[in-house]
């Protein structure tokens, strides 16, 4: 468990500085998309021309970097790990497969069709409901690792949870966004959603894993930790942020007539985000699981896997659509709702055995 430990920590070293001035970044990187697509209209016109098979090669090649980087990290090897105590695997896998899609769905759906209703059109409903139901369907991957470090949280338990994670995500992604949509009467090809899974998931994970293997077989376990994975710390941001750019210039007209939208959009999000967490918190405290375990369960229940929620939403709706925005604005409100909940999570450790 060592060299797992090693693995996590070199990564959160690199991603520290922009995982906790992501939202910053993010709202710089609006600014400047709007202002690409408001005074340089040729350039979103000239990229979003480069597609194949309805995928944007452009946006595919900054997906990649968001997420080829994360995949690096995951080692399935340590899930014998769980054996020793189940109970915080449990509690993630329950919350996120079980429970946080249907509520995201539920918060989502009664905030855009009932309380918003006045403000959104019935498209625009649809649109955004679509693009949290990706959010709740993808679990967190990387930003974890974040969370728990910050909570100190066991490392090596963490890579668990994230690996068996991916593992499902496979396999059940697909079917309950494909259920999720069907409640809301959003129509969406079933080819189109394995295409999402299969460019965003499945080949960046066997990239990845066997990259980890290759390198690790070939120059050992230190060397991969220490000199190879923090090559790549920031990397997966600066992929994001430059996707974020290229989004908001496709994006722009529609946040400059409707700025409200973004507001409209955040509020089932972080009501979910708090939901979330005080449900998988709580239990975690009735189940006496120890801290170090607990909050990294919670965490990882109450954050997405929001660069995968991103690549579905323009694949499956396109660039320009609402479902994009509104995976968009859940990166924007992720990181300071989430360091809220890290805090709680700090100061409420007395209450939990360590």
């Known amino acids: 468990m060592q060299d797992e430990q090693l693995d996590i920590e070199g990564a959160n070293q690199d991603l520290s500085f922009f995982a906790r001035y992501l939202t910053v970044w993010v709202a710089l990187c609006i600014g400047a998309g709007i202002l690409i697509g408001q005074f340089l209209p040729f350039v979103p016109d000239t990229l979003g021309e480069m597609s194949y098979a309805e995928v944007n090669l452009p946006i595919a090649v900054l997906i990649w970097v968001m997420i080829f980087p994360m995949m690096l990290q995951i080692d399935f090897k340590s899930i014998v790990g769980v054996r020793k105590e189940p109970k915080g695997l449990t509690i993630t896998l329950v919350t996120n497969w079980l429970i946080k899609p249907f509520t995201m769905f539920a918060f989502a759906w009664f905030f855009f069709h009932v309380v918003f209703d006045p403000f959104i059109t019935e498209e625009l409903q649809m649109q955004y409901l679509a693009g949290a139901v990706l959010l709740g369907a993808a ?15 066991d490392a090596p338990y963490t890579l668990v949870q994230v690996a068996i994670n991916d593992l499902i995500m496979l396999f059940a992604f697909a079917p309950i966004v494909m259920v999720l949509l069907g409640l809301g009467d959003i129509i969406v090809p079933w080819e189109t959603v394995m295409l999402s899974l299969l460019l965003y998931v499945v080949v960046p994970l066997l990239a990845g894993y066997a990259t980890r293997t290759m390198l690790i077989n070939a120059k050992g376990q230190e060397w991969f930790s220490e000199e190879f994975l923090p090559l790549f710390g920031p990397v997966t941001m600066i992929g994001l942020l430059a996707t974020l750019v290229l989004i908001f210039s496709f994006q722009g007209e529609v946040i400059l007539q409707n700025p409200m939208h973004i507001a409209l959009i955040a509020t089932p999000l972080i009501i979910q985000t708090f939901f979330i967490f005080c449900l998988a918190y709580g239990w975690a405290k009735l189940w006496d699981v120890r801290h170090c375990i607990a909050a990294p369960a919670a965490l990882i229940g109450s954050s997405n896997f929001f660069e995968l929620a991103v690549a579905a939403a323009i694949i499956m709706f396109g660039i ?14 992720e990181v300071p709702v989430m360091l809220a909940l890290v805090a709680i999570a700090n100061r409420t450790r007395r ?4």
């Open 320 to 333: 320009d659509s609402g479902a994009a925005l509104a995976t968009t604005v859940g990166i924007l409100v």
């Open 139 to 153: 679990p967190c991957t990387a930003m974890v690792f974040v969370w728990s470090y910050l909570t100190d949280g």
């Open 351 to 354: 209450f939990f055995r360590e």
